[in-house]
């Protein structure tokens, strides 16, 4: 899999809706509607925010982490699930607020999950 920094944002989005599903990239990207995902993942058509980009960079990260042990399903369950090595916020929830500023939290409640 290919470093999530190298990718273009049309790529990560592309790569994430595939992965976890429209809405819930709609969810982290902070967007109330799938069609702006469409739209993000579409070279050219609409480029997303700088400021969702490095929180959906980090979503991509750890999901290639995760999918060496889970399947996307899981992975997506994991996301939206109330995580208690997050204070019983959700890892979505975090990447929504704040970006990869929780990276290294978000990180290590991913590593917990995989035991």
């Known amino acids: ?4 920094k190298e990718l273009s944002d049309a790529e990560v989005v592309r ?7 429209g809405k819930l990239v709609a969810y982290m990207g902070n967007v109330r ?3 702006t995902i469409r739209r993000w993942a579409t070279d050219g058509a609409e480029r997303p925010p700088s400021e969702v980009m490095p929180g ?3 979503a991509l990260d750890l999901t290639h982490l995760l999918l060496h042990w889970e399947h ?3 992975i997506q369950a994991w996301f939206i699930g109330m995580n208690p090595y997050l204070d019983d916020v959700a890892a979505a929830t975090l ?3 704040h970006g990869d500023e929780h990276a290294s939290r ?3 409640a991913a590593r917990s999950f995989l035991g």
């Open 95 to 97: 990447i929504r607020d």
């Open 106 to 108: 978000i990180r290590a």
């Open 72 to 74: 996307p399903e899981v």
């Open 33 to 35: 509607d799938t069609a």
């Open 15 to 21: 790569e994430l809706r595939e992965l976890l599903g």
């Open 56 to 58: 959906l960079r980090l």
């Open 1 to 4: 899999m290919v470093d999530p």
